[in-house]
């Protein structure tokens, strides 16, 4: 079982910078695909990145791209997502989700909701402009 816990988020000025973490319990993770998720209020929740557990492949939305950065440390059992050059636009709740893919498939990733088993809380991430 794989238990997951967002934090970063916060209040910043359009322009600013947040990393967000996802922390990991369970000794599956490192072969878990994770994906980041946003969701504003009244919306669905939608893809913004996701890396596979090698750390090989990675994805991103295109609103994203060349702003936003996922990586991680399976030693560390973190993933992060870096935000740069944010726009009011991105102010969501960001979750992070995993699904064990196994060790044949490290170079795996998933860009749907659906296809992830684990969610975290969340994280609320408000940008002004």
């Known amino acids: 079982q794989v238990q997951l816990v967002e934090s970063g988020g916060g209040s910043v000025q359009a322009g600013g910078s947040l990393r967000l973490s996802c922390t990991a319990s369970?000794?599956?993770?490192?072969?878990?695909?994770v994906g980041w998720f946003r969701q504003t209020p009244g919306a669905e929740r939608e893809f913004v990145a996701a890396?596979?557990?090698?750390?090989?492949?990675?994805r991103y939305e295109d609103s994203v791209k060349g702003r936003f950065t996922i990586s991680r440390d399976n030693a560390k059992n973190m993933v992060y997502l870096q935000m740069n050059s944010l726009k009011p636009e991105d102010t969501a709740v960001y979750y992070c989700a995993a699904v064990s893919v196994g060790t044949a498939f490290g170079s795996v990733y998933y860009t749907r909701g659906p296809d992830y088993k684990h969610w975290g809380q969340g994280t609320q991430v408000t940008v002004s402009s």
């Open positions: 369970g000794r599956t993770f490192s072969y878990s695909a």
């Open positions: 890396i596979s557990w090698n750390g090989g492949r990675f």
